[in-house]
């Protein structure tokens, strides 16, 4: 039974006015505390129901025991990655995300300076996109759906009920010629706040991420 924390429903306005479901846990007392934002896995648009239960874990409670507010942050579907737009619209899901952790940031019991970041999987991608538009003490990266961040070239089209034909596709081993080097070169060259990727041994993603890490690396900067 997840008894730990205040439970606080927000819906942030984003940058063109949709709204995103956030479930906030916050220890008891006025603050300011420090914060962590959590950006799940694909799909988004999950709505409010799945991030209040997405936050009822042992990492939220650790965070609470230690003082931190704990974010779960929702974000708009997009397909294949969270960096395509919506469909009739301009924005994606990483507007999204830093809608969010700008609103963290504002709240009366947050310290602004104390704010950091983590995702997993597409929210892992959304964390090394989002802290390149917007300052944050750190971020965490959890197995990093990076084919959008890449710009992994010839990805199958489709919806997120198709991602079983979307993983199958994507080809296990990635050759430079695979990628946008520049692309991804600029976002890491945008990372200004202390960084730290972790990935199974195990995970389809790690062939494309291999390449990730080693432009990181060849980028001069420490993750």
């Not at 008894?3 to 008891?28: H, M, N, Q, W």
């Not at 934002?37 to 991030?51: S, W």
Request: overall charge negative; glycine content about 12%.
């Amino acid at each position: 039974m997840f008894e730990e924390g205040i439970l606080i429903k927000s819906f942030v306005r984003t940058v063109d006015g949709l709204y995103a479901a956030c479930a906030i846990r916050k220890p008891a007392g006025d603050g300011p505390f420090p914060a962590i934002v959590f950006f799940h896995g694909a799909p988004g648009g999950r709505g409010m129901e799945y991030v209040i239960k997405a936050s009822e874990n042992p990492c939220t409670q650790r965070f609470l025991k230690e003082g931190y507010v704990f974010v779960q942050g929702d974000w708009r579907e997009a397909f294949p990655h969270p960096g395509v737009p919506v469909e009739g619209y301009e924005y994606n899901g990483i507007d999204d995300a830093v809608s969010i952790i700008r609103y963290t940031m504002n709240l009366p019991y947050v310290d602004p300076l104390k704010v950091g970041v983590w995702g997993y999987s597409s929210g892992g991608a959304i964390v090394l996109e989002a802290i390149g538009r917007i300052r944050v003490a750190a971020a965490v990266s959890g197995a990093p759906a990076s084919f959008g961040i890449l710009g992994l070239k010839n990805l199958p089209k489709g919806s997120w009920e198709d991602k079983g034909i979307l993983y199958r596709e994507i080809p296990g081993e990635v050759s430079d010629e695979d990628i946008d080097r520049d692309k991804v070169i600029s976002i890491i060259d945008q990372i200004s706040c202390p960084l730290f990727i972790y990935h199974g041994s195990d995970d389809f993603l790690l062939p494309m991420n291999r390449w990730l890490f080693q432009l990181i690396e060849e980028s001069g900067k420490k993750n």
